[in-house]
């Protein structure tokens, strides 16, 4: 059971992501209400796989505390949250070795696979703020997609093996593997979490 501690100063903030989190199965969630408070729960813990660190609270003095997380505790992964940085900030903190950024405009469930992500081993940088400002449209992002790549790309969305979607979508997997290297391609990404991400970053199911 992944143990993650979610830091924060805003209580209905913290506790309200905190409950949710508590609903998944899976998840353990303590908190804390400044960054001290944090790294004083963690000395005190064998094992948190995750710290989530918001932005603004107390003790963080930008993204020094992130440091100071990180050089604490450097087995555990650390993530920033946020509401209010920037591009540059959350370029920076992935700069420092933050394993994630996580915006607090995500939806819950967006929010969700971002710490699955992280947990995974992978690091979670949600595509608009990896984008330039003068990024294109997002739906131009899959136009190169076929009809049965974006068929398969939404199965990838909610979890399917591809023996699950070749079922579904009454093909050979064989078919499904070629349809899931070739989306891949055509997206950037290096694997099907990422496409699946990408796709639900930019709300196209």
Request: charged fraction near 20%; proline fraction near 4%.
């Amino acid at each position: 059971m992944p143990n993650i501690l979610l830091a924060d100063d805003h209580d209905l903030v913290r506790d309200t992501i905190a409950a949710y989190l508590e609903t998944i199965d899976g998840f353990k969630v303590l908190t804390a209400p400044n960054l001290d408070v944090a790294l004083e729960t963690m000395g005190g813990l064998d094992a948190i796989d995750l710290l989530i660190l918001d932005y603004n609270m107390p003790g963080m003095n930008g993204l020094d505390g992130l440091d100071r997380a990180r050089k604490g505790h450097p087995a555990t992964k650390v993530a920033l949250m946020s509401g209010v940085a920037n591009r540059e900030v959350a370029n920076a903190a992935m700069a420092r070795g933050a394993d994630g950024f996580i915006p607090k405009s995500l939806t819950a469930a967006s929010m969700v696979n971002a710490i699955k992500f992280v947990l995974s081993g992978e690091r979670y940088f949600p595509f608009d703020f990896a984008a330039p400002e003068t990024s294109i449209a997002p739906d131009s992002t899959f136009a190169d997609l076929s009809e049965r790549e974006m068929q398969t790309l939404e199965q990838l969305c909610i979890g399917l093996s591809n023996k699950e979607i070749a079922r579904n979508l009454g093909i050979q997997e064989v078919t499904v593997k070629l349809h899931v290297k070739n989306l891949l391609a055509k997206l950037g990404v290096s694997n099907r979490t990422q496409a699946a991400l990408l796709a639900k970053e930019r709300h196209l199911f």
